[in-house]
């Protein structure tokens, strides 16, 4: 079983619409929950970061920890066509060791 | 503020040569990790380094290894390559060694023929 598990999708919806983006993870030692963007032939950038449980809302973008259920989420309000990317969800424990522990990542397209 | 530099951009080798791969950090970043992003196994953790010392280290062969210089530049090198060693080859920079905040390079494209 991977540490953390997400749906590579691809996942097509149209402009405007609210995107939902998720990842399970096994380790409940976990602390640290990250969202990254990869737009084709770059590399990632940290949209989201939480840190234990919650939520957190940066403009269009809501992150969510579920720690009780070992779920974290991803929503996009009023998606743009520029939205479209591919969407990791990046996990690491509380030694601070570096290494991020990243889902297959999620294909998103929106289409105009 | 320049952003993480990877070089080169895409590398054409044949199995049993080795390649260096270079990675110039943000301006003041004294940490750099490496990835290795395929298809099938998505991004895996290489290696991280720190004030030129070897922090951690992820599950990969002895066939991979890494330096990092006084001016925080770093190079990868991957001797013996192999078929499925083909991937994008990204490296990230922090200002704090085990930071979760990475920032990027747009990586190295390998590919092993």
């Known amino acids: 079983q991977k540490e953390v598990e997400q749906d590579p999708g691809p996942l097509s919806v149209p402009e405007g619409a609210i995107v939902s983006l998720n990842c399970t993870y096994s380790n409940s030692a976990f602390q640290y929950f990250m969202w990254y963007r990869q737009y084709s032939r770059k590399g990632p950038e940290l949209l989201m970061y939480?840190?234990?449980?919650g939520n957190k809302e940066d403009g269009r973008f809501t992150a969510q920890v579920d720690k009780s259920s070992k779920y974290i989420s991803l929503f996009i309000r009023d998606s743009q066509p520029s939205d479209s990317a591919t969407y990791l969800c990046?996990?690491?424990?509380?030694?601070?060791?570096?290494?991020?522990?990243f889902g297959q990542g999620t294909t998103l397209q929106v289409k105009p | 503020k320049a952003g993480v530099t990877q070089t080169p951009r895409y590398l054409i080798k044949t199995r049993g040569q080795q390649v260096t791969l270079s990675c110039s950090p943000i301006s003041g970043h004294r940490s750099v990790s490496w990835y290795q992003q395929t298809p099938g196994q998505g991004l895996q953790f290489l290696f991280e380094?720190?004030?030129?010392?070897?922090?951690n280290k992820g599950n990969f062969p002895g066939r991979f290894s890494g330096r990092q210089f006084s001016n925080s530049r770093s190079e990868m090198n991957v001797s013996t390559l192999e078929l499925g060693d083909s991937a994008l080859y990204l490296c990230?920079?922090?200002?704090?060694?085990?930071?979760?905040?990475?920032?990027f390079g747009s990586g190295t494209q390998l590919s092993v023929l």
């Open positions: 939480t840190y234990s449980s």
């Open positions: 990046a996990i690491t424990g509380s030694s601070n060791t570096g290494k991020l522990i």
């Open positions: 990230a920079s922090s200002d704090i060694s085990g930071s979760e905040k990475l920032f």
């Open positions: 380094y720190f004030s030129e010392t070897q922090r």
